[in-house]
């Protein structure tokens, strides 16, 4: 039987591991190191060089390994207390992990979409003066 605790505790631990993978892969804090990464993951020979270094520029790659982090460190289990409970809450977390941060850039998004639409109404009404009688 699915326990409450589980599905809260899901929900909650889902919350770092979308916040970690997002970072890595996404915000400027780690941009030379990511793009240090996307390079060799272009560029290398051997191709677990390339996978390897692709993992840090991948939100949804980073967080299979976030999770098992999590995982470990917790000894979070979903509907089994064996190893199929790890397997299970892993993806499960994975899964909402990767809901977290799709959300999260749609408002990201929402959020630069409406910063430049206010950015482009403010050029427009410096350039409209209201001491020009042909702007009028």
């Known amino acids: 039987m699915l326990q409450a605790d589980q599905i809260t ?3 909650l631990l889902a919350l770092p591991i979308a916040c970690i993978a997002w970072t890595v892969t996404h915000e400027q804090i780690f941009e030379e190191a990511r793009n240090y ?20 520029t991948c939100e949804y790659c980073f967080s299979h390994y976030v999770t098992i982090f999590f995982v470990l460190i ?16 892993g993806f499960a977390l994975v899964w ?17 979409k409406e910063k430049m639409e206010a950015d482009i109404k403010e050029v427009e009404l410096k350039e409209i003066k209201p001491d020009d009688p042909d702007k009028k």
């Open 9 to 11: 505790n899901l929900f």
């Open 96 to 112: 909402i992990a990767n809901i977290y941060m799709s959300i999260f850039g749609l408002v990201r998004v929402g959020m630069k």
């Open 37 to 56: 990464c996307i390079k060799k993951s272009k560029s290398s020979n051997s191709l677990f060089k390339r996978k390897f270094f692709y993992l840090f």
């Open 74 to 89: 917790t000894n979070y289990t979903l509907l089994f207390t064996d190893w199929r409970g790890y397997l299970i809450g």
